[in-house]
């Protein structure tokens, strides 16, 4: 299999989990979404850890130690990815995957948005565009919702933000997951110590079936990721943005279809302009990619000599 093609079989591997996970959450229930979100942050680090010791690479540790700024940007990732995998538990647990879903089409959005006011990047004509179609779609599914959508809005930024502090970090997946997670594990375990203290956790109260879907959390957070890795490592960003809204437009389709969440017209016409909004980025994109290509690929002739 060429690395082309085998880059294909991870990125739509790792979406395709992603998208079809509110199946998965659903079957944790009666787990309430802080439990979850403890577990998955604690099975994450054991998992992980497991897998590093069977490539024999905890040594990256000690270096990691000795560089304070990366650190601290390791915390705010942390951070940043614990807001994003609680709203999103909170979403698929409270009946809102539709929204849930939302929030995952703007994100290549946001994450422009981002780009703008943080990196000070200068955005095409076309990026504004959309830029400006998306932010008529949050205005008109406010209208839908009575409120702003902040779940999927959270999800949005929390996870733009999360994508740009690993760009500046620059640590691979397996051992940036290890490394968040056990900067969130000794909250996580002190939560679920006090959950259990309290008599109100469901690990190992409702059936093995049940436990064993918490402790398999781990394996489930951490192999999309390694997937989504070895495609990012393979495939060109143009064609990796294509896939990534395999996993929203999987899960619009279990909110829908599965779970039977409402979707008036107004909230389709709101998920239409993004949709609007998500073709004209991805067009733009492929353009300059494409013109990219063009420019360094082309050959300036060498003059000949002038005879004499």
């Not at 010791?53 to 000690?62: H, K, Q, S, V």
């Not at 064993?212 to 990012?232: C, D, E, Q």
């Not at 143009?238 to 809204?245: A, C, D, K, S």
Request: charged share 10%.
């Amino acid at each position: 299999m060429t690395p082309l093609r085998l880059g294909y079989f991870y990125g739509i591997g790792a979406y395709l989990l992603w998208g079809f996970f509110p199946l998965y959450l659903k079957l944790m229930r009666p787990a309430g979404p802080m439990e979850i979100l403890a577990h998955r942050i604690v099975w994450s680090v054991a998992f992980v850890a497991l897998l590093l010791l069977a490539m024999r690479n905890i040594g990256f540790l000690r270096a990691l130690l000795r560089r304070p700024r990366a650190l601290a940007g390791i915390g705010i990732a942390a951070a940043l990815i614990a807001v994003n995998w609680g709203a999103y538990i909170y979403g698929v647990t409270s009946e809102r995957v539709v929204e849930t879903a939302l929030g995952y089409f703007i994100n290549p959005l946001v994450v422009v948005l981002l780009g703008v006011t943080v990196l000070h990047e200068r955005l095409r004509a076309a990026q504004w565009a959309a830029l400006g179609v998306g932010g008529l779609a949050v205005a008109v599914l406010a209208v839908d919702y009575g409120r702003l959508p902040y779940l999927a809005l959270v999800l949005a930024f929390s996870f733009a933000g999360y994508v740009l502090a690993k760009k500046r970090l620059g640590l691979p997946a397996a051992e940036g997951l290890f490394v968040e997670s056990a900067v969130l594990a000794l909250p996580a375990l002190a939560y679920l110590g006090w959950l259990g203290a309290g008599g109100d956790a469901t690990f190992g109260q409702v059936s093995v079936g049940h436990t064993l879907l918490l402790v398999s959390a781990g394996a489930a957070t951490a192999i999309p990721l390694l997937l989504f890795a070895g495609a990012a490592n393979r495939l060109p960003l143009t064609n990796l943005g294509m896939i990534q809204y395999l996993a929203p437009i999987i899960q619009l389709g279990c909110g829908v279809l599965i779970f039977h969440e409402p979707m008036p017209p107004t909230r389709f016409a709101g998920f239409a302009l993004v949709w609007v909004a998500l073709i004209v980025f991805t067009v733009d994109a492929l353009r300059h990619s494409h013109r990219t290509r063009r420019a360094t690929t082309t050959v300036v002739p060498t003059p000949h000599p002038a005879p004499r």
